[in-house]
């Protein structure tokens, strides 16, 4: 989905199926390799004997020069965080969430001194984008990023198909039009955002949108929807009051579930009673304990609240808490899926949408 971000806060329009529509915004600037490319590339997949995944990242940051104020980047003007910053973070919070399954390696990071391309061919210049931060309004709309088009112009089709890198990062500001997560290529589907299935590339691969105006809480907020609606594909469907598969009941909390909760979702944790409810300090019983030990649940439960992850950040700790709970253990549930969820999300290419190896 995409973000409309402010200075102010965060807007999101939930959606039926899974989360929240955004609209996420970002500028351009120069190239610059701050990573060393792997002598010998490897498919992520390839690596999974070795107990993880390494997912090869291309950054375009959109964070264009402001010469009259005296050649800093635009997130230096408008105050907000660095993204190589928060790239590090991100990385390192969702290897720590993981127990080191998943790895990100960024194989290339894009200064970029530009705008994307809206849906409808138009672009900031440089002035027009100053003058709407200062007096926020006059915003273009349609919002949107054409994500085709600066994807074929950064060459992402040769860098997928000559198997260089696995995954697209777009980090940018205010107003810049990305989605939180969005699919391209042949075989992609919804992951939160846009899909993309006609890119010229020989498979699918994942861009994900960054607002450096915000923080790694928002980051690992977009990656929770993303899993969401990965998951839901993969159990073929989620109603949060049905609990009638183990996504469903791993994803279960006390005020849309009937009184039942586990880990809960993106937007409800398990004692939420509204949409972002991380700092709620409502008591409920919670068989988040029991999911450590997914596939072997024995139906154990414990009383949590909004210290069960800690503040002061309650969304980011709580994102933390969540995704160490989802399930990575080894073998194949009773139901046919996968035990390792992260797979799932980061190895795609692999299952068919109902969680089945492709090929078997």
């Known amino acids: 989905m995409r973000y409309r971000a402010s200075a102010l806060g965060w807007l999101a329009v939930c959606l039926v199926m899974v989360s929240a529509y955004a609209l996420a915004h970002q500028a351009p600037a120069q190239n610059d390799t701050v990573l060393p490319r792997q002598a010998k590339p490897t498919r992520p997949a390839e690596l999974l004997d070795t107990g993880k995944i390494v997912v090869r990242v291309l950054v375009l940051s959109f964070n264009p020069i402001v010469l009259q104020e005296g050649g800093k980047r635009l997130h230096e003007v408008g105050k907000w965080n660095d993204p190589r910053q928060l790239a590090k973070e991100y990385a390192r919070e969702v290897n720590e969430a993981s127990q080191g399954f998943i790895e990100f390696q960024i194989v290339e990071w894009r200064d970029l001194d530009e705008f994307p391309v809206k849906v409808d061919g138009f672009t900031y210049t440089l002035e027009q984008y100053l003058e709407c931060l200062r007096t926020w309004k006059g915003w273009h709309e349609p919002d949107g990023t054409d994500y085709e088009k600066v994807l074929l ?20 500001a205010p107003y810049m039009g990305f989605w939180e997560s969005a699919m391209a290529g042949p075989g992609a589907f919804f992951i939160n955002g846009g899909v993309y299935d006609k890119f010229p590339t020989r498979r699918p691969f994942a861009i994900m949108g960054f607002n450096y105006e915000r923080g790694v809480a928002e980051m690992l907020h977009n990656l929770c929807h993303r899993t969401e609606a990965t998951m839901t594909r993969i159990y073929g469907g989620w109603k949060s009051d049905q609990l009638v598969h183990n996504w469903a009941r791993f994803a279960s909390n006390a005020h849309q579930s009937n009184g039942v909760s586990a880990v809960g979702s993106c937007h409800y944790p398990p004692n939420g009673e509204k949409d972002y409810d991380y700092a709620n300090p409502r008591t409920v019983v919670s068989s988040a304990p029991d999911w450590l030990s997914y596939p072997n649940l024995t139906g154990k439960t414990m009383p949590v609240n909004r210290e069960t992850w800690g503040g002061p950040d309650y969304h980011l700790n709580y994102m933390r808490w969540w995704f160490r709970h989802l399930p990575r253990a080894k073998g194949v549930n009773e139901d046919g899926r996968l035990n390792n969820w992260w797979r799932y999300v980061f190895d795609f290419t692999r299952y068919d949408e109902r969680g089945k190896p492709i090929g078997n």
């Open 153 to 172: 112009k950064h060459g992402v089709h040769e860098l997928i198909d000559n198997n260089k890198i696995d995954e697209v990062w777009m980090f940018g």
